[in-house]
T-cell receptor, first 112, second 110 residues
Framework: SQTIHQWPATLVQPVGSPLSLECTVE??????LYWYRQAAGRGLQLLFY??????ISSEVPQNLSASRPQDRQFILSSKKLLLSDSGFYLC???????????FGQGTRLTVV | GQQLNQSPQSMFIQEGEDVSMNCTSS?????WLWYKQDPGEGPVLLIA?????ELTSNGRLTAQFGITRKDSFLNISASIPSDVGIYFC??????????FGTGTRLQVFP
């Protein structure tokens, strides 16, 4: 069966520090991968999605970037965090476009 | 860009009552999904809809894919305390994106 792992679960980082959040999927090949951000009490904002290795589509221009160095690995990064980058970051995968997506447990990032 | 408007924003109901929430889009979608999110966790898929007019049930939950392909609703019958959470609709068109609605926060009182 397929599983998705996301880490760390919580992270407190100072303003201006770099960020690297990792997401890996097991049990499937060539999944679509997604990064979402959720502000407190709000909906899920799509940040990046990828349909294959090295293929990244950005939805919202901002202080973040994403990379997919391997088929089942999706990384969210920042060179210098801002206070506004705080939030709950969720990684998800789907078998193909237009099908159900399955989420990781999320990373709660607090920038101080 | 695409937007999914979900209503109501929040609901406060008594245990045993039925619940209905809906989601509308400014454009046509080919897929509608409904998720539930508990505090501090990732959303969990409840129901997936792939065909206009499709009506699908999952236990006490029923969801429908609107005929216009621009809306969907979710019904919960005989609510129980563990139904508490945030419910999200999500939609996908001919692109690779999966867009989420604004969420409906459900509170159930005994």
């Amino acid at each position: 069966s397929q599983t998705i792992h996301q880490w760390p679960a919580t992270l407190v980082q100072p303003v201006g520090s770099p960020l690297s959040l990792e997401c890996t999927v097991e049990g499937t090949s060539n999944p679509n991968l997604y990064w979402y951000r959720q502000a407190a009490g709000r909906g899920l904002q799509l940040l990046f999605y990828s349909v294959g290795i090295g293929q990244i589509s950005s939805e919202v221009p901002q202080n973040l970037s994403a990379s997919r160095p391997q088929d089942r690995q999706f990384i969210l990064s920042s060179k210098k965090l801002l206070l506004s980058d705080s939030g709950f970051y969720l990684c998800a995968w789907s078998l193909k476009s237009g099908t159900e997506a399955f989420f990781g447990q999320g990373t709660r990032l607090t920038v101080v | 860009g695409q937007q999914l408007n979900q209503s109501p924003q929040s609901m406060f109901i008594q245990e045993g009552e039925d619940v209905s929430m809906n989601c509308t889009s400014s454009s046509i979608f080919n897929t509608w999904l409904w998720y539930k999110q508990d505090p501090g966790e990732g959303p969990v898929l409840l129901i997936a809809l792939y065909k206009a007019g499709e009506l699908t049930s999952n236990g006490r939950l029923t969801a429908q894919f609107g005929i216009t392909r621009k809306d969907s609703f979710l019904n919960i019958s005989a609510s129980i305390p563990s139904d508490v959470g945030i419910y999200f609709c999500a939609g996908s068109d001919n692109t690779d994106k999966l867009i989420f609605g604004t969420g409906t926060r459900l509170q159930v009182f005994p």
